[in-house]
């Protein structure tokens, strides 16, 4: 059986401070923790809010409400002055509770989150941690909430004896792991760990999944570095002679096939990223990218043929059946301007020659200096057949008639 991971949040991190919007009830921090282990796919992980702290985060949001409107009924009395039609504002705890209570049962549904039940009181074991002072009993004779949160999370561990628990909050003063770490030994033998903040969370995930954020930081990096520098990258890809006219095009046995003047990216995949001294990085990557050719022009479906200038009209394609060729359903209204390489005009003035242009794949070895932020060589570069195969593709029509291979 998986081990499961436990994390338990304090009031704390939950706290929100700003009442300009008093109908929020926990910190951002609870869906930004729900979006990380979702992200990453980290199944085995629950996240458990302790009943004590739903409550209390609700009281606090009560005493909100109920000074905010204090001080706007102080407001509308110095304005009753001017106006006495205004009235103030009147509140009942009562509905500002169920309100909230509504509102905290909706979102723990929505987010899947567990909550752990007030524990059991022992009263005579309560006076004992008071009295010593065990913690999160502190000096100052505080401490009873806290008391609460912690007994639940030992209750949890009894009955779930297969978890590791992570408690987050910022008060790690009256929760200090060393302490709480020993008392949690008592009854279970797996690991406790104590995260003040989401970044501290997420990090020790990490290290727990080995979900290698740090890498896939940088690979999004280097991500962005190829797409902003790609027109420098492919101008250096087609510099290389690797043949793209013979491997990526079809048709390239007919005369005044166009020149390939650009790549359009289409997709990256990182297949290896290896780190060297002095931040240099080994990069293997697959590219997906479409071959732009010279005398192209789509927006107006308008070809530079090689005899003499012409245009092939939408009211021509229009009269063109939809077939199915060599395994592929073809839409000619739509495919015909959109993927058409090129055209030549034959001696009959009823034949059109042309090749289809499909994306194409290119594998990239190149060095990244992260001191530069720049990619500073490309050292191996290999075409792969286009992703949508046709044997001898050119292809001639009648207009009006069925297609025929050439």
Not at 62 to 78: A, M, Q
Not at 238 to 255: D, P, R
Request: net charge neutral; aromatic share 8%.
């Amino acid at each position: 059986m998986a081990t499961r991971y436990a994390i338990v949040l304090d009031t704390n991190p939950l706290y929100i401070q700003d009442r300009d919007n008093l109908g929020h009830l926990f910190h951002k921090w609870l869906w930004d923790l729900k979006k990380f282990v979702e992200e990453n796919r980290i199944s085995n992980v629950e996240i458990c809010l302790p009943q004590i702290v739903i409550e209390e985060r609700i009281a606090q949001r009560i005493t909100d409400t109920l000074e905010t409107s204090e001080s706007t009924n102080l407001k509308v009395k110095s304005l009753s002055s001017i106006d006495p039609s205004m009235k103030e504002f009147v509140w009942e705890s009562k509905k500002i509770k169920e309100f909230f209570q509504a509102k905290a049962s909706k979102i723990l549904s929505e987010l899947k989150i567990k909550t752990l039940p007030l524990p059991k009181l022992d009263s005579s074991n309560i006076i004992t941690r008071a009295i010593d002072k065990i913690p999160p009993f502190s000096r100052e004779d505080c401490g009873f909430k806290d008391s609460l949160i912690w007994l639940s999370l030992l209750e949890d561990a009894k009955k779930n004896t297969n978890s590791n628990y992570i408690f987050l909050t910022k008060n790690t003063r009256d929760f200090p792991e060393e302490i709480l770490l020993k008392e949690f030994r008592t009854i279970s033998k797996n690991n406790f760990k104590i995260c003040e903040n989401l970044e501290d969370l997420k990090e020790y995930l990490d290290s727990e999944f080995k979900l290698n954020l740090k890498l896939d930081e940088k690979i999004k990096h280097l991500g962005k570095i190829l797409e902003n520098h790609w027109g420098e990258i492919s101008s250096k890809i087609l510099k290389k002679n690797i043949g793209l006219s013979e491997n990526m095009f079809y048709g390239s046995s007919l005369q005044n096939t166009k020149k390939v003047i650009g790549l359009t990216l289409r997709k990256i995949e990182f297949e290896n990223v290896i780190p060297s001294i002095g931040g240099i990085f080994n990069l293997e990557i697959r590219l997906i990218v479409k071959p732009e050719t010279q005398g192209l022009v789509l927006n107006n479906i308008n070809f530079n043929l090689a005899s003499s200038e012409s245009s092939l009209t939408q009211p021509l394609l229009s009269n063109i059946t939809p077939v199915s060729y060599e395994g592929c359903d073809l839409n000619l209204k739509d495919d015909f301007p959109q993927y058409l390489d090129f055209l030549k005009k034959e001696k009959s003035e009823n034949t059109v020659l042309f090749s289809f242009q499909p994306d194409c794949e290119i594998k990239l070895k190149l060095i990244y200096n992260e001191q530069t932020d720049k990619v500073i060589s490309i050292n191996e570069i290999s075409v792969k057949e286009p992703l949508r195969k046709r044997e001898n593709s050119i292809l001639s029509f009648m207009p009006g008639n069925s297609w025929e291979k050439i």
